[in-house]
């Protein structure tokens, strides 16, 4: 009788042995799924902060300015970094594909164009030019968009080419945006 008894619990070990061998089987299939989300979840966390678009523009206009860049103040979207309201400033903040549109309008019967610049180089103008022929007192817009490869710490601004003045108003006109494609 002791080893039919010693048969059946050695057999019973066996069944649960086998079922506990199972069952860590399946723990350590859940493990590696959320191991594997926590890496995509990561990597998503990781793709947004890389996103990084701004729209800024000014609540005012000074009819004789003659600066040299247009700081734009008035933050309206801003998400990631890169983007200084206070210099005017975009700072890419890693590499990659941007895009960059201004828009200017010019102060009443005046012109003006501002360069879309990187680096100190312009790459694109925007022109709002006032025909002094003209009898009709009006404002002109000139706006540009350009798309640019940027290294990380490549600096982006708008700087004035010519003219004078520019008009804006409490909901802004006159705006500088950029956002990374990639």
């Known amino acids: 009788m002791f080893p039919e008894n010693?048969?059946?619990?050695?057999?019973?070990f066996d069944v649960q042995f086998t079922l506990s061998e199972h069952t860590q089987q399946k723990f350590s299939s859940a493990l590696a799924s959320l191991e594997t989300a926590q890496t995509k979840l990561s990597k998503s966390i990781d793709d947004k902060s890389s996103h990084h678009a701004f729209t800024a523009g000014i609540s005012s206009y000074k009819s004789d300015w003659t600066g040299d860049t247009l700081v734009f103040p008035v933050v309206i979207y801003c998400e990631g970094?890169?983007?200084?309201?206070?210099?005017g400033i975009f700072t890419a903040p890693s590499a990659g594909t941007y895009v960059f549109y201004v828009s200017v309008q010019s102060s009443l019967q005046k012109y003006i164009y501002l360069d879309?610049?990187?680096?100190?180089?312009?790459?694109?103008?925007?022109?709002?030019?006032?025909?002094?022929?003209?009898?009709?007192?009006?404002?002109?817009?000139?706006?540009?968009?350009?798309?640019?490869?940027?290294?990380?710490?490549?600096?982006?601004?708008?700087?004035?080419?010519?003219?004078?003045g520019y008009y804006s108003y409490s909901i802004p006109i006159t705006t500088f945006s950029g956002f990374k494609v990639n």
């Not at 970094?81 to 210099?87: A, E, I, L, Q, V």
């Open 116 to 164: 879309i610049v990187v680096n100190g180089s312009s790459k694109v103008r925007a022109l709002a030019w006032y025909n002094s022929g003209s009898s009709i007192a009006i404002h002109q817009t000139g706006t540009n968009l350009v798309i640019l490869h940027l290294q990380t710490g490549d600096r982006v601004w708008v700087r004035r080419g010519g003219g004078t």
């Open 81 to 87: 970094t890169g983007y200084n309201p206070s210099t």
């Open 6 to 12: 010693l048969n059946r619990t050695v057999a019973r």
